[in-house]
């Protein structure tokens, strides 16, 4: 049977001393990131040829440690997570060479993403169980989600996976073969998806799935983290006026701050899942979406908060990935393309079609709802790539 890798994430509950291990590995990675960084830069400097990362790992560790036993500490941790971090770097850069990105920047303490990464390199190493996880250096780790993760004693094989800590918690993704669904094949018709502002999707057979930023739930905790960063703004400014305010205070609430934005985005993530979830249960023939130019439309100031926390990026990408798994057909068309302006009666392009426009009434007498419009276009557009 075909197999594919899917990939698990879920909360863990760590003890005190593989928390002090797992802090240790993302701190060590994170230096070894940075190292990366100076060192190429150094070279660059120089006049000397960029370093790959393969050939930073080779230098670093048999000729720099050696030199300098003062690091004794970065072998202390996995080789493999320190690897990966190194590979990242190169990655970082590779990105930049061929201008996909800008410039690697360093990893600072507290606001980056690192992790602590995993491989399995023989069948004990990385076993899956319905309350726990075993997890090179870590051993067993207790899940917060049992039953979650498919069980090694299915059959299921943990190819790799990260340890990664936000928000004063900490999280497992897991790598894992599964069996690919059976596809029965029983299509129904296509169907377009119109993605916008007052309604996060809007799709040809009549769904519209609201705006979960718009809900009391969400603009509530907005509420309070404008009054939690305030807080946290407040205590900054008044270390550095010298007044007497604990560090430890700062941290506190800089925590709180930190759930309050961890809470959020689990919300709006949520609510992606789901959509996605519900529109591939229909099981169309193919879905249309439009190539969306977020990056320009997050230069406009006051549109630019409403665009980023409706995480248009993150939709398209699990929308991808989901088609894929089932055998859905993901149609894109052109970011020029004309869904909204066009008239799905008579197929005349209204020109002078304004954003405040929120019905689109044509000569013919046609009328109808302009994103609902715009899906229908996007349903029976001819012209497309396949993602």
Not at 192 to 211: E, P, Q, W
Request: net charge positive; charged share 30%.
């Amino acid at each position: 049977m075909r197999r594919l890798l899917k990939s698990f994430k879920t909360e863990i509950n760590p003890t005190e001393e593989q928390k002090i291990k797992i802090h240790k590995t993302i701190g060590t990675c994170r230096y070894i990131y940075n190292f990366y960084l100076f060192h190429n830069k150094e070279r660059y400097d120089i006049g000397e040829k960029f370093m790959s990362g393969r050939a930073f790992s080779v230098w670093l560790n048999n000729e720099y440690l050696p030199k300098h036993p003062e690091y004794s500490w970065i072998r202390e941790v996995s080789s493999k997570s320190v690897k990966n971090a190194i590979e990242n770097a190169c990655t970082a850069f590779s990105r930049f060479f061929h201008h996909q990105s800008g410039f690697p920047r360093y990893k600072k303490k507290g606001r980056s993403d690192v992790k602590m990464y995993f491989v399995r390199n023989n069948p004990k190493d990385c076993f899956c169980e319905r309350h726990r996880i075993k997890i090179p250096t870590l051993g067993w780790v207790r899940l917060k989600e049992k039953g979650y993760i498919p069980t090694s004693r299915d059959g299921y094989v943990v190819r790799s996976g990260a340890v990664s800590m936000k928000a004063g918690r900490y999280y497992v993704s897991a790598l894992i073969e599964v069996p690919t669904p059976k596809v029965d094949g029983n299509f129904s018709d296509g169907i377009g998806i119109d993605l916008g502002l007052k309604n996060f999707a809007v799709v040809s057979n009549g769904t519209v799935y609201r705006n979960i930023n718009k809900t009391v739930q969400i603009r509530k905790l907005e509420k309070q983290l404008t009054r939690a960063q305030r807080k946290l703004s407040r205590k900054y400014e008044n270390l550095r006026k010298g007044e007497f305010t604990q560090k430890a205070n700062i941290q506190k609430q800089k925590l709180k701050v930190q759930k309050l934005y961890d809470r959020i985005e689990n919300i709006r993530t949520d609510h992606i899942n789901k959509t996605i979830s519900e529109i591939v249960k229909t099981k169309p023939s193919h879905i249309t979406i439009e190539d969306l130019n977020v990056s320009g439309m997050m230069k406009n100031r006051h549109l630019s908060k409403a665009v980023s926390s409706q995480k248009f990026y993150e939709f398209r990408t699990k929308l991808k990935a989901k088609c894929a798994e089932y055998g859905i057909e993901l149609r894109v068309v052109d970011r020029w393309y004309p869904s909204s302006k066009t008239c799905h009666c008579c197929g005349c392009i209204k020109k002078d079609l304004k954003l405040s426009d929120r019905i689109y009434k044509c000569t013919c007498g046609y009328v109808e709802d302009r994103d609902f419009n715009a899906a229908l276009n996007l349903r029976d557009a001819r012209t497309y790539k396949v993602a």
